[in-house]
């Protein structure tokens, strides 16, 4: 906690600059706080510390924390984070429905809301097993939740239904580490933000999704007249604004370009083959190849062929591969643009390819580093294994020795995590509507806005018993709930986030929940000994507990942690794992001999990749493949969706804050001057959106930031769910669906 000496003056002009979409420095709020509790910025996966100014009991102001990463700059969604927590509409009471979906939500005690749960879970539960319930989960939720779910339905209930948004999100990362580098998490941090002389971002609108990072991009590239900005996005969007080439080129043709930069680099000899003959092995499928297999494969790629593919100009293509290969340290970003996408994992290893081509890895500046969505999709659900077909800490549940070593931490008789991964979201609803799932509970995330093709997955809402815990009146979700539990919000609790760069942040609990809201890790403990789960197996006074023990079961293995006790965290703005002791600072380059700790420091070579068994990274050889839908006569446009800066998702916080709701008070449609002029649509126009799923009326917003053929919505609002617009198409690997992509009409409405 620091002083209230400490305090930075609140800035009327701090506050006006990041509204503007300008992080800034300086404090929000009330200047007369007399204590300030450390935290994380409740938002996006850059993960900003704060300090929370909190007097009287209330919590009243906030700053950046000059200590984290952030060095003090938060953008305007942190900046106005406080006064989300005394939202009017905060759900502040248990409530039921007790006659089913058509009957009202209604407030009742805890007791009585727990029961009317729990019996419904213990019937389903008695009467058809343990793959009748489901837990859907969230990287919004604490470590401390997530860990302490999976292994409540994995270890307790012998329930491998555990999934939750990231899903929708990294899944497709993570399968591209996984498959490249046979372990989860990138081996850069924001420091090589500071280092790299080339930024490749790709599907990434990073000024807009994670603004402060935008912010220290933007200043590397103000440092030094030879650092180059490459942004590769079908949109003409804000983070474009510092780019030295932007490439506007056709929605899902991603893997062609990565390919055909792939050519171009070994065509003119700019690959290091020092590097990739030492560290790599070349792989078609499951298949071993050689260098000259793949660069046979390569002929497919080169410009003039990627130039037809994209809409790009192959002039362009080879500009940009040289850029990339040439610099001395090229560090590539990239989001959703490339992760959801029906081959979004194949995207992420051609990304991973060119670095490992070129030899820019494992250096200050030089590395792929996958931006995180969520405040806790990496610490939370990534490294905690809360999806269906993981264990915690890289483990997966196909492998039975994975499934013993889990089994014997948590003190189980082995064989009790079963053999078979549980269902991924998408499967999961579909079985919800059929009836096969018929009890889910639903944790820190909103699927009845967020999902795609709404239509198809609300019925699993409207089947299944659904008990939620939440913390706003108006998440849609809650349409559906039987049971709605008042979480603890924010810094109401305490526990642990980790955030993009492998750095695990505490937010200390500053004030009391809100009316009879209670903190999650206790709700999911109530229901699970309710449910017969032994007091033994989750013996936790408090999330601390929780924490201590995930880190010891961190001692060993390539995630190793065990050097960041909570005391630790109590002090520093947050620690990067691998960290083995206590004394340990944290590693920034994994893998690298001499900085990364799980590297022998008489290992033979600089790079360790001990990922692998072979200790090998794959380059593999990924063809390009269509995404799912693409324009045709009867559907002439692509329609993507994605964020603007001041909402977040389903807006149920940013829409509580006048000065953001302001900002993006609708959804709308941006289209092309050219589109629009031949549809005759002006500026603020109602415009309709038709697809193979739903119809739908926007106003319109006429700009050139998408490309000719392309429209654009965002999906905070609603009253407008576009949601229902959008196909269900997954990748075959990581199953995240293809939001990035469909084929719709476009018409100005009467
Ligand atoms: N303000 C705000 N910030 C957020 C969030 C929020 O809701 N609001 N959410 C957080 C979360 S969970 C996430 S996952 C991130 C998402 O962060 P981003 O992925 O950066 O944001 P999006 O707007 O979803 O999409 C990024 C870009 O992908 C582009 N794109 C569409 N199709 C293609 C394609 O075929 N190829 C390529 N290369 N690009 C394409 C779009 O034009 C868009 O500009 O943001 C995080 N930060
Ligand atoms: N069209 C379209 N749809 C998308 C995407 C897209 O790009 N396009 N992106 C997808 C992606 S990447 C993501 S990550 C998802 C996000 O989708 P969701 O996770 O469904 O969206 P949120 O609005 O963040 O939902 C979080 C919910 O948790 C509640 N909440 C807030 N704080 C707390 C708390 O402390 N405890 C509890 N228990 N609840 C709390 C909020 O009120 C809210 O209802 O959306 C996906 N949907
Ligand atoms: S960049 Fe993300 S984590 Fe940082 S203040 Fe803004 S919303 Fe919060
Ligand atoms: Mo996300």
């Not at 003090?72 to 927590?85: D, E, F, R, S, Y």
């Not at 018993?465 to 979700?477: P, R």
């Amino acid at each position: 906690m620091a002083t209230r000496r400490e305090f930075i003056k609140g800035s009327a002009a701090a506050v006006a600059l990041s509204v503007m979409g300008v992080p800034a420095f300086g404090a929000q709020g009330d200047t007369q706080a007399d204590t300030w509790v450390k935290g994380v910025c409740r938002y996006c996966g850059t993960g900003c510390g704060v300090l929370i100014g909190v007097r009287d009991g209330r919590a009243v102001a906030i700053k950046g924390d000059p200590n984290n990463h952030n060095q003090g700059v938060l953008c305007q969604k942190g900046m106005l984070l406080v006064p989300v927590i005394y939202a009017k509409d905060r759900l502040v009471r248990p409530h039921i429905r007790k006659n089913g979906k058509s009957s009202p939500l209604e407030p009742v005690s805890w007791e009585e809301a727990m029961k009317f749960a729990t019996d419904k879970f213990a019937q389903v539960l008695k009467e058809d097993g343990p793959n009748a319930v489901a837990y859907y989960g969230s990287g919004q939720a604490l470590t401390e939740e997530s860990y302490l779910a999976n292994k409540i339905w994995k270890g307790g209930f012998k329930s491998n239904n555990v999934d939750g948004n990231p899903r929708l999100c990294m899944a497709s990362a993570v399968g591209g580490y996984m498959s490249t580098f046979g372990k989860d998490e990138p081996m850069g941090t924001y420091d090589d933000l500071d280092n790299a002389t080339c930024f490749f971002i790709i599907g990434s609108n990073t000024s807009e999704a994670h603004p402060v990072l935008f912010q220290r991009i933007a200043k590397r590239k103000q440092s030094s007249s030879e650092v180059r900005v490459i942004v590769a996005d079908p949109r003409r969007t804000n983070t474009s604004r510092i780019a030295d080439m932007h490439l506007s080129f056709k929605p899902g043709t991603d893997l062609a370009l990565l390919n055909g930069m792939a050519h171009v680099i070994v065509r003119d000899e700019m690959d290091n083959y020092r590097f990739h003959g030492k560290y790599c092995t070349f792989q078609k499928g499951d298949d071993a190849v050689t260098f000259d297999d793949y660069k046979a494969f390569l002929q497919d790629y080169t410009p003039e062929k990627v130039a037809e593919i994209t809409g790009l100009a192959a002039d362009d293509i080879v500009k940009v591969a040289h850029t990339f290969a040439q610099s001395s340290a090229t560090t590539s970003l990239w989001c959703m643009g490339i992760n959801q996408r029906t081959r979004g994992v194949w995207a992420n290893n051609l990304i991973h390819n060119l670095h490992l081509l070129t030899g820019h890895i494992g250096r200050p500046g030089a590395t792929p580093l996958s931006l995180t969505g969520q405040p806790n999709a990496c610490g939370g659900v990534r490294d905690v294994g809360a999806l269906a077909h993981l264990l915690p800490a890289g483990r997966v549940i196909g492998n039975q020795q994975h499934r013993n070593e889990v089994e014997d931490y948590w003190g189980i008789p082995r064989g009790s995590i079963p053999d078979k991964m549980g269902l991924h979201t998408i499967a999961l609803f579909e079985a919800m509507a059929e009836g096969k799932v018929k009890a889910v509970f639903i944790h820190c995330t909103n699927p009845a806005h967020t999902l795609p093709h709404l239509n198809k997955h609300t019925k699993g809402l409207q089947t299944a018993f659904v008990v939620q815990t939440e913390a706003f009146m108006s998440a849609e979700t809650l349409k559906y709930a039987d049971v709605a539990f008042p979480a603890a919000f924010w810094c109401e609790t305490d526990g642990v986030y980790g955030c993009t760069e492998r750095r695990y942040a505490l937010t200390e609990q500053a004030i009391k929940p809100q009316g009879e809201a209670r903190p999650c890790v206790n709700i999911l403990m109530d229901f699970a000994k309710r449910l017969g789960i032994d007091e033994k197996f989750i013996p936790y006074k408090n999330a601390e507990d929780i924490w201590e023990e995930w880190r010891k079961f961190n001692e060993k293995g390539p995630y190793n942690f065990f050097g960041i006790t909570r005391a630790r965290l109590r002090k520093e703005s947050g620690i990067k794992w691998p960290c083995p002791s206590e004394t340990h600072p944290g590693t920034n380059l994994r893998y690298v001999r001499g900085k990364d700790p799980l590297v022998p420091a008489n290992h033979p070579d600089p790079i360790f990749f001990y990922g692998k068994p072979n200790a090998k990274a794959t380059v593999f050889l990924r063809p390009y493949a269509p995404p799912f839908e693409t324009a045709d006569a009867e559907y002439p446009f692509v329609l993507t969706t994605g964020r603007v800066i001041d909402q977040w998702h389903s807006a149920t916080m940013t829409g509580t804050v006048p000065e953001l709701q302001r900002a993006y008070p609708t959804n709308f449609v941006e289209i092309n001057p050219e589109d629009a002029k031949k549809l005759g649509i002006r500026n603020g126009d109602k415009v309709e959106l038709e697809t193979r799923r739903d119809k739908m009326v926007l106003p319109a917003v006429v700009t050139d930031v998408c490309m000719p053929g392309l429209v654009f919505t965002p999906f905070f609002d609603k009253n407008l769910l576009v949601n229902k617009l959008l196909h269900d198409a997954v990748d075959a690997v990581s199953k995240e669906p293809e939001y990035k992509i469909c084929a719709t009409r476009v018409r100005k409405a009467s």
